[in-house]
């Protein structure tokens, strides 16, 4: 599939310019970081989920960055089945909005797998489900900057006040509900600041 795409963007001419195209003309091969820009996030995804144990385990340790920043004092490793559990239901959830699918009631194929750090946090149990989007939301704290999750977390946040305002026949917790999101999410949690 890969080299398929590479194919395929050297025969674009409009392509003549980009990073495949120079080092397919200099090096007559493309690295991996030069074409992880031209992939999609489920193409990345699979590359990722069929790579060796000893690449996932480099990745999950630099995931732990993030972790870090977004979970305090996690002291539990991070394991690639869990990464790829997580990156599959995000894939689900982006899935569904690109296609301009109906989020609300939409559960992933599969439940995370579950990882105390981050579930404990939210005080989600090891034989609840997680699929909805509200655990796609969670587990992004895995792989994003915690200024990145804060403005994704305060916009979450003040998006469902104002919809809670705007409804007039049904009550913002039922789409929480349909979402995966704990009742009264919007006001039960705090803003968080940006560092």
Same mark, same amino acid.
């Given at each position: $599939?890969?080299? +398929?795409? =590479?194919? #395929? !963007? %050297? ?79 995000? $894939?689900?959830? +982006?899935? =569904?909005? #690109? !296609? %301009? ?95």
């Amino acid at each position: $599939n890969l080299s +398929r795409k =590479i194919l #395929a !963007h %050297n025969k674009d001419k409009s392509n003549k310019n980009s990073s495949i195209a120079h080092y397919l003309r200099k090096y007559k091969h493309v690295p991996i970081w030069v074409l992880v820009n031209h992939i999609e996030f489920g193409e990345l995804r699979h590359l990722l989920k069929h790579s060796k144990k000893s690449l996932q385990n480099n990745i999950c340790k630099d995931c732990l960055e993030f972790i870090g920043q977004n979970i305090p004092d996690n002291h539990s490793q991070f394991q690639p089945e869990t990464l790829n559990s997580f990156l599959e239901n995000i $894939n689900d959830i +982006r899935n =569904i909005c #690109a !296609h %301009n699918n109906r989020l609300l009631g939409f559960r992933c194929h599969q439940s995370t797998k579950y990882w105390a750090p981050l579930h404990e946090k939210y005080n989600i149990q090891k034989e609840d489900e997680r699929r909805s989007a509200y655990e796609a939301f969670i587990t992004l704290q895995c792989f994003i900057s915690r200024n990145e999750y804060a403005i994704m977390h305060n916009t979450f946040k003040k998006r469902f006040k104002t919809l809670s305002n705007k409804l007039k026949t049904i009550p913002v917790n039922n789409v929480l509900k349909e979402l995966g999101f704990p009742d009264n999410w919007h006001i039960d949690n705090d803003k968080i600041e940006q560092l």
